[in-house]
């Protein structure tokens, strides 16, 4: 019998080597893409500068309890994520609830979500509430194709009207994407659209999911599977470069050593990205220079009592310095906070914004003061905990011309992929998203792997 590095009949039988994959960055995207990639035989190493993986989708110690420093919610439709969940044996940690949301406009709170709702919302005329269901379902049957190059804006507007647009619209243009508001591609907020149009059982019911025990289940599933299959997880690691020889990526530069790759995988953001493969240039690079970011600031507050009944809050009040609040809570009871509520407050900033500075006692000092607008019986004795999470490079933003800008996971180089939110556009970053490109470009970087191998 044959066994490797015996010749037979004069022909060399050794077996290939294994082939070597680094995948740069621990989130979502990269955790799916070094999983991928391991189960397809790769010898994978997975960097990640942050002391745990995660990224965005990240948790930390709340007084003992393991929370997401950012809040996420499951829709129907998020496949990528449910199929995740299915594979590592997680499907029980996925449950569905009902959910509500609200808006909270000149001082009084709406509830917001069925066709009765929206009747009793008197910030608008009847006939500018009707205006408005006419028009949220004629959105949802809208092409994404079409409205791409229209911006959101007059879109919103002739849609809606102007009067649904400054009540329910413009706050959110505004406090999210601020002096960007203008450029936002309307198939952006279409996508938004229908993307919680797939949770509603019907006109009276939105169902939402969650997972027991936080994004953190899915995500050390993943991390505990790809250690099981041979992956190495290097943390804390910080990659100075990306290596380039001949035309190819032969691996990168991390604490000052360089080490070798046939593949390389990056799934950090595309600034960073550009950084770390300075020897690139040309169309493919100028794409990812014109597509501007925004950050996100967050308080987050555990709380002894509920401020209100709904999930989601929209806020259109100009006392109120933020966009709309998330109940976690509401949707996911936590169990292990013993009765306790958990509130997030995002808000999303460019990257440049001298809010980042703000410290975290005067956030809370001025988000506490419009919670107690919002719910007068609110008092701070209830905050049991509070934290404010920054990243300044936390999204893409969607423009115009999106369907022809976004940038390939394959990039130029035959070897080297990326990952970024921006090609989900029109819709938003979500985990499920994140799973499907990772899994995409580990996709790509098996068959270069397996190409070279045969070549």
């Known amino acids: 019998m044959a066994r490797p590095g015996d010749a037979v009949a004069g022909r060399d039988v050794r077996a290939p080597p294994v082939k070597r994959a680094i995948v740069i960055g621990g989130g979502p995207a990269g955790l799916k893409a070094a999983h991928v990639l391991a189960k397809s035989g790769a010898h994978v190493t997975l960097l990640e500068s942050a002391p745990l993986v995660g990224g965005l989708a990240s948790s930390f110690d709340l007084q003992g309890v393991r929370i997401e420093r950012y809040y996420h919610f499951i829709c129907k439709g998020d496949d990528h994520l449910v199929d995740t969940l299915a594979e590592l044996g997680l499907s029980h940690r996925l449950h569905w609830r009902d959910s509500r949301m609200a808006y909270f406009v000149d001082g009084r709170l709406y509830p917001f979500l069925t066709p009765l709702d929206l009747l009793r919302f008197t910030p608008l005329s009847i006939a500018d509430r ?28 002739g849609l809606f009207g102007d009067a649904a647009y400054r009540v329910i619209w413009e706050p959110l243009m505004r406090f999210k994407f601020a002096r960007h508001a203008d450029e936002i591609s309307a198939a952006w907020m279409w996508a938004r659209l229908v993307r919680l149009s797939r ?7 939105e169902e939402l999911g969650y997972l027991e025990g936080g994004s953190k289940v899915v995500l050390d599933g993943l991390a505990r599977d790809f250690a099981a299959r041979g992956g190495h997880t290097v943390l804390r690691s910080d990659v100075q470069q990306i290596l380039f020889d001949g035309g190819r990526a032969v691996g990168v530069r991390v604490g000052g050593e360089n080490l070798p ?5 990056s799934t950090v953001t595309t600034s960073r990205f550009r950084q770390l493969a300075r020897a690139l240039s040309g169309e493919y690079v100028a794409r990812l220079e014109r ?45 292990e906070l013993g009765g306790d509520h958990l509130l ?13 500075e703000q410290t975290d006692e005067h956030v809370f000092q001025a988000y506490t003061d419009a919670l107690r607008l919002m719910q007068p019986r609110f008092d701070r004795s209830w905050v049991r905990f509070h934290a404010v999470f920054r990243d300044r490079y936390a999204q893409p933003i969607c423009l115009t011309d999106y369907l022809t800008s976004t940038p390939a996971i394959a990039t130029p180089v035959p070897n080297l992929f990326l990952t970024d939110s921006c090609q989900l556009h029109p819709h938003d970053r979500t985990i499920s998203g994140s799973f499907g490109l990772g899994l995409e470009a580990a996709r790509l970087a098996a068959a270069a792997l397996t190409e070279d191998r045969t070549s």
């Open 261 to 265: 790759a046939d593949a390389v995988v």
């Open 199 to 205: 949770s509603r059982r019907s006109i009276w019911s």
């Open 344 to 356: 997030y407050v995002p808000q999303y900033l460019p990257a440049d914004d001298p809010r980042y």
């Open 130 to 157: 009707l205006r408005a269901g006419v028009a949220l379902q004629r959105a949802r049957g809208m092409k994404e194709e079409d409205l791409a190059p229209m911006h959101a804006v007059p879109w919103l507007r």
């Open 291 to 335: 597509i501007p970011t925004i950050g996100i600031f967050c308080l987050l507050l555990r709380l002894s009592e509920r401020v209100t009944p709904f999930f989601w809050v929209n806020a259109n009040d100009r006392r109120v310095p933020f966009a709309g609040m998330i109940e976690y809570t509401n949707l996911n009871p936590v169990p």
